[in-house]
């Protein structure tokens, strides 16, 4: 059985013979890119004349299915369909760097920051407690699957503008999207195909929510929605946890329901070491939610639990 390396080199040179026979243009590369969680995959590159773009398919997950006897003809002809069907965005290298035409499509994704101390060093971003706030661009649907781009300092350079300006053009398109609060059982009817809309919060059932967005991708970026976490907090009458789920949502759970921090911790850790996919990572940390403070914190911070602290009224000594 081929190591990874073997297995990267054979698909290079496979793919390549099957996008020239099929008459694509192109010469295949591979290239190394660090995505969130400081996680280092290996992509393969079609890099074609007179293009402004290159996609890129991810070989690490292939690798896997290698292993479990995935056959590798099959699979260097499935990288060649994907390849054939993709066509250039309808944008060009003018416009990705004109930043009035792009700022429109500016937003927010949040990663965890101790997780991320490599994958942050170029980006742009600024830090919100366990968590950093990236800017990214989001092109919506394109041919081969949803188009995006986390923005680098490098890009924000070529477009003139300063961090700061991004920051608040993003923060402001996120402000400006919907989200999406549902009980938990709404959601796992949606995930078994039992697509339905979601009932009018019922506090009596479960007691855990989940937070996202209509599209379901970055949704965890809601946290930095001070407006939406302060109306969550109204609804349920109660201080709340945050759990990181994945960057495509959080979970959140009524401090009244009774269930220890500590528990919670344990929980999260466990699923995301076992059912989550490291790219879709977003902490172990439980966040606490202070309807009183309107803050969101670490859930072991002690502070996170004590009520906020009225001032004395001074009295005169007589």
């Known amino acids: 059985m081929m190591n990874k390396e073997q ?6 040179y496979s ?10 243009e192109g010469k295949i590369e591979l290239e190394n890119v660090m995505k969130n969680n400081d996680q280092a995959l290996t992509g393969l590159v079609i890099r074609e004349n007179g293009s402004d773009m290159s996609p890129c398919i991810y070989l690490d997950d ?5 292993q479990d006897g995935y056959p590798l003809d099959e699979m260097a002809n499935e990288i060649a369909d994907m ?14 760097v004109d930043y009035d035409y792009m700022k429109s499509h500016l937003s927010i994704r949040v990663v965890g920051i101790d997780e991320n101390e490599q994958w942050l060093a170029d980006k742009v971003w600024e830090p919100m407690g366990d968590f950093a706030k990236v800017c990214y661009f989001d092109l919506g649907e394109q041919s081969g699957g949803r188009m995006s781009s986390v923005v680098t300092m490098r890009n924000m350079a070529l477009m003139g503008v300063t961090s700061e300006q991004m920051m608040a053009d993003a923060q402001k398109n996120l402000n400006n999207k919907d989200h999406v609060f549902m009980n938990i059982s709404a959601v796992i ?4 195909g039992e697509i ?3 009932a009018p919060m019922e506090f009596g059932g479960p007691p855990m929510y989940v937070l996202t967005n209509e599209e379901r991708m970055q949704g965890a970026a809601l946290i930095a929605r001070p407006d939406v976490m302060k109306e969550i907090g109204e609804k349920m009458g109660c201080d709340y946890y945050v759990l990181p789920s994945s960057i495509h949502e959080v979970l959140i759970v009524p401090v009244d329901a009774g269930i220890e921090v500590e528990q919670l911790s344990e929980m999260v850790q466990e699923v995301n070491a076992t059912e989550v996919r490291r790219e879709d990572k977003l902490s172990d940390k439980v966040q606490y939610y202070d309807r009183e403070r309107e803050q969101l914190r670490n859930a072991l911070d002690p502070v996170a639990t004590e009520p906020a602290k009225v001032p004395k009224e001074k009295t005169q000594e007589r």
């Open 7 to 12: 297995f990267f080199s054979f698909m290079k």
């Open 62 to 66: 292939m690798y896997e299915r290698y």
């Open 189 to 192: 009817a949606e995930l078994v």
């Open 196 to 198: 339905q809309e979601a």
């Open 83 to 96: 390849i054939e069907d993709i066509e250039n965005p309808d944008i060009s290298i003018e416009q990705l």
């Open 15 to 24: 793919v390549q013979d099957l996008v020239t026979e099929r008459g694509i």
